[in-house]
């Protein structure tokens, strides 16, 4: 007769031994984000109890249920009925579409040329360095900082256009505009995309690439045929970071943009603290995080594509 497997046995230990190791992580990523999102869309749907006792006591125009089994939508109906929210709205995914793939194609740009860049070409190699080293500057500046350099460059009083009237013609003024923000982003956002990219492209073998060069293969075909299909990772997570850091900006837009339209991480905190209507606030958060939550699918699946080509999975 076959003896029952009692699931006690080294194999089970070693598997609850590593749940332990891993769950100090999810204990602390559940206890402090998974339970303030709980939180925070209750109060969205009405409930103003319990730990939202406080900011209901002291909020203007919320919409409130009785029980913990009702919902109201109230909120989520002012907030979509507002028209400056539509357009918001709009404009924050735009920027958000345009930062995000204009940061990619930087990165890619800036990845291809110190990979294809010849070890024996003094110059060429020195302006790779200086290109790959300028890139990774904005991410030991402060954003802070970087919004006020945007502002002195981008001005009506600025840089670009002083320069301009001295050479005889008007320039353009983008401070306070959402292209100074667009730019801005695309600023900051460059430098891990920069080291995400480049990562993926350096690590493509040589000998792929020498074999496409053997069969007459040209620069834009090699990208196109072999680097390409094996950076699809580190690329789509590049892109999954830049677009959510986007999505959720606030000081960028909140120094450099204009009063309206707005970005909605400036909306967010206006509502909050401005207009003392912290449950439109939360409404609005939650529609960004649905936002990002597409986004963050890519990541997700990119993840599970990086651990199935590597056996893991």
Request: net charge positive.
């Amino acid at each position: 007769m076959a003896r029952r497997h009692t699931g006690t046995g080294p194999g089970s230990r070693i598997k609850i031994g590593g749940l332990l190791m891993a769950s100090p992580p999810i204990i602390v990523a559940a206890v402090f984000v998974g339970f303030p999102i709980i939180v925070a869309i209750a109060y969205s749907l009405g409930h103003v109890g319990g730990l939202n006792r406080t900011i209901a006591t002291i909020a203007r125009g919320q919409h409130t249920v009785g029980a913990w089994d009702r919902m109201s939508l109230g909120a989520y109906r002012d907030v979509f009925t507002d028209p400056r929210f539509t357009h918001d709205l709009g404009v924050t995914i735009i920027v958000t579409l345009i930062a995000t793939l204009a940061v990619t194609a930087l990165a890619w740009v800036i990845a291809v040329y110190l990979r294809t860049t010849p070890e024996g070409a003094w110059f060429r190699s020195g302006v790779a360095k200086l290109i790959s080293g300028l890139a990774v500057v904005p991410m030991f500046i402060p954003v802070v900082i970087a919004s006020w350099a945007m502002l002195t460059f981008y001005a009506a009083d600025g840089f670009i256009r002083s320069l301009c009237a001295d050479l005889g013609f008007q320039g353009p003024t983008w401070g306070y505009t959402m292209v100074c923000v667009a730019i801005g982003l695309v600023w900051t956002n460059l430098p891990f995309a920069t080291l995400m990219i480049t990562s993926g492209v350096q690590s493509v073998p040589d000998a792929l690439i020498e074999a496409a060069r053997d069969a007459g293969a040209g620069l834009l075909t090699i990208v196109r045929t072999v680097i390409a299909p094996l950076t699809i990772v580190p690329t789509v997570i590049a892109l999954t970071f830049t677009a959510i850091g986007t999505l959720g900006a606030f000081t960028m837009p909140y120094f450099t943009g204009p009063n309206a339209p707005s970005m909605l991480g400036v909306d967010m905190v206006s509502y909050f603290r401005s207009y003392n209507r912290p449950q439109q606030s939360v409404v609005m958060a939650v529609v960004v995080f649905a936002v990002a939550a597409v986004f963050g699918a890519f990541y997700v699946w990119a993840n599970f594509r990086s651990a199935k080509d590597s056996g893991r999975v």
